[in-house]
């Protein structure tokens, strides 16, 4: 890793992406003083415009969208750093534009904020003014494809032009705080590491619950769904993270090598089991939060005849020797009661109970990691109650080992994902971006699932907004004896 100066390239700098994420996450990169000073930041759209517009235009989108004042200092300098051009991206001949804004002598990272479609366009057209070298780096935004086929046409395109060193892939969860101490968590303290198997812990429960709705993105979202657009992904990578064996060391590939045996492991779902391990569902009107919400076939732009699914929950079986027996229950959805993302680690019961007759009253230890909001860590523990009976008796009573961010890291501000992630490009360090084969694996076993959804042709099972989803995927956990976790 190196903090050298680059080129920093912004595809598509007008989109919802770069204004809401990109653009806010550089400001504050630059507040922490994490952007090589003699960096450039050129951001491309179609539009005709002024760097003078430009640039009151990025003023007043940080302004909207970060959640201080703007600091002034802050501002001269990235404002110092900022250029524009106008790039028609599909016309090969307007990429000349490059040549007076880029130093062919330095390293480029070319982020591309624009839809999927135009990768390949994009790559040609810098190809075409011979500007890729091995130095450049490119940034991929999801979705990769829409299925296996298409990823691997996405990845064809793009690796025409780049090898896979140069492809940055971003998956937004890899770069949140949370999620990255899940490394820390498992192997920086021995009792995790050495009790994080099928011996000691008896299944894991990852839910990430959103409270939005699709957002004005009904057009996108009913040609994904929540399968595509959180499991295939987010869940997935969590997934991998919480299941791998331990990396030989933090640079890129041991950790990507790791995680790709884990979803290489994952127990193929079919039309054989789909019934018995899927459950999905789509929204109907209700309310969040108190304010009452129209249903997913109600929303603006719907086809009010859309079986896509809003809420997925899945069991999901990884075939090895560490979680041999050992489910992972997956759950996702929109229109939950509130935003929420947890993994709960339930760890194996006792074998026997000394404090009273009752197997039950003696609940097993629970480790809860909470991603998002309220970022923290939790342990369940059982703890004597203080104090004398006049039988003796030693009572019990459930208790928490409660480390929460706020608190414990209260002089640090959690970055966004975005800024963690736009600072490891610039760094040229690729661990916490996806690699192909990780893409394709996670395709393979999401497609399969599709597939037998599909072939069973049965509509998503309704849920009303503001719930946590159908009732079906609480059965999904009582059948066999589990429920799941309540959040806070
Ligand atoms: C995106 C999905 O990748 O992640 C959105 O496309 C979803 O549908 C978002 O809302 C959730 O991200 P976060 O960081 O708000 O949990």
């Known amino acids: ?14 989109g919802d992406l770069s204004r809401r994420k990109l653009l806010p996450s550089l400001y504050q990169l630059e507040k922490a003083e994490l952007i090589h000073p003699d960096t450039t930041i050129i951001g491309v759209a179609r539009q005709e415009m002024s760097k003078e517009d430009y640039i009151a235009e990025v003023k007043s989108n940080i302004e909207k969208f970060s959640d201080k004042a703007l600091c002034e200092d802050t501002w001269n300098r990235l404002c110092e750093r900022l250029d524009y051009i106008c790039v028609d991206m599909k016309d090969i001949n307007s990429y000349k534009a490059f040549d007076d804004v880029v130093d062919p002598n330095r390293v480029m990272v070319c982020y591309l904020a624009t839809p999927p479609a135009i990768y390949g366009d994009i790559c040609r057209g810098l190809h075409g003014c011979d ?8 940034v991929l935004e999801k979705p990769i494809g829409h299925d296996l086929d298409s990823s691997k ?9 780049f090898n896979e060193s140069q492809i940055y892939r971003i998956d937004h969860y890899l ?19 050495t009790n994080w198997d099928h011996n000691c812990i008896d299944h894991v429960q990852i839910s990430v619950a959103e409270s939005v709705g699709i957002e004005g993105r009904w057009g996108y979202f009913d040609d994904a769904g929540q399968m595509r657009d959180m499991v295939q992904n987010h869940l997935l990578q969590i997934l991998s ?41 789509q929204y109907t009107a209700g309310f969040v939060k108190g304010e009452e919400v129209p249903g997913y076939l109600e929303e603006d732009d719907a086809n009010t005849r859309s079986k896509t699914e809003t809420f997925v929950a899945i069991k999901a079986e990884i075939d090895n020797w560490r979680w041999a027996g050992v489910p992972f229950y997956l759950r996702t959805g929109k229109r939950m009661p509130t935003k929420v993302s947890e993994v709960v680690i339930y760890f194996k019961r006792q074998p026997h109970n000394l404090f009273g007759d009752s197997f039950n009253s003696l609940p097993p230890n629970k480790l809860v990691i909470r991603l998002q909001p309220d970022e923290g860590v939790e342990i369940t523990v059982m703890n004597k109650i203080p104090g004398l009976t006049s039988s003796g008796s ?4 459930k208790s928490k080992l409660d480390l929460s961010f706020s608190e414990a890291f209260s002089e640090e501000r959690i970055p966004d994902a975005y800024e963690k992630l736009l600072l490891e490009v610039m760094l040229g360090n690729q661990a916490l971006f996806v690699r192909r084969d990780e893409v394709e694996q996670a395709w393979n076993w999401v497609d399969s699932i599709l597939d037998a959804w599909n072939h069973t042709a049965e509509p998503p099972e309704p849920y009303q907004a503001g ?3 159908p009732v079906a995927s609480i059965g999904l956990l009582a059948r066999e004896n589990r429920s799941w976790y309540e959040s806070k």
């Open 1 to 14: 890793n190196s903090f050298e100066p680059c080129d920093f390239v912004l595809f598509g700098t007008m």
């Open 131 to 138: 500007i890729i070298d091995s130095s450049v780096r490119v």
């Open 153 to 161: 046409v996405i990845n064809d395109q793009v690796s025409e032009y």
């Open 175 to 193: 770069g949140k705080e949370t999620v990255l101490n899940l490394i820390a968590l498992r192997f920086a303290n021995s009792i995790f590491a």
């Open 241 to 281: 993270l919480v299941a791998m064996e331990p990396p030989a060391t933090l640079d890129a590939d041991s950790i990507r090598d790791e995680k790709l045996k884990v979803l290489k492991a994952l127990r193929p779902i079919d039309v054989s089991n789909i019934n018995d391990v899927t459950v999905r569902g």
């Open 394 to 397: 030693m009572d019990l009573q």
């Open 467 to 469: 719930t946590w989803g």
